[in-house]
């Protein structure tokens, strides 16, 4: 079954990081993708994203919009989609997760419908 973690954080925090800290937390991410696979988790994706105001809000029925979005500070700043048996596991794989100052990891599942 896939899951989808999205990681919400709060991007003024994470532009007061130096590119020191920033480069540990990517580096983080990275060995945390690769003790997924070693423990047999398909990795389907995994991606930090960019700034919320460099994205844009489309809607059928306007123009675009640029960001941020949310009406709080805090943003999806990551997503990594992984296959594994049950929430349960996806779960536990979002506690082992790095995590920055605030963050929270929103588990949910994919719809294989779409």
Do not use: N
Not at 23 to 37: C, D, I, L, N, S
Not at 59 to 69: E, S
Not at 72 to 99: C, F, L, N
């Amino acid at each position: 079954m896939d899951f989808v973690l999205l990681i919400h954080g709060d991007e003024m925090l994470w532009d007061a990081f130096s590119e020191s800290e920033r480069t540990r937390m990517a580096e983080a991410h990275r060995q945390f993708g690769t003790a997924m696979v070693m423990a047999g988790v398909k990795v389907k994706y995994g991606a930090g994203l960019t700034r919320s105001r460099e994205g844009k809000l489309v809607r059928p029925d306007g123009p675009a919009v640029a960001g941020p979005y949310a009406v709080g500070r805090e943003q999806i700043g990551g997503i990594w989609i992984i296959e594994v048996k049950s929430a349960e596991e996806a779960e536990a794989w979002a506690r082992k997760m790095p995590y920055a100052p605030g963050d929270i990891v929103e588990v949910r599942p994919c719809d294989p419908t779409a």
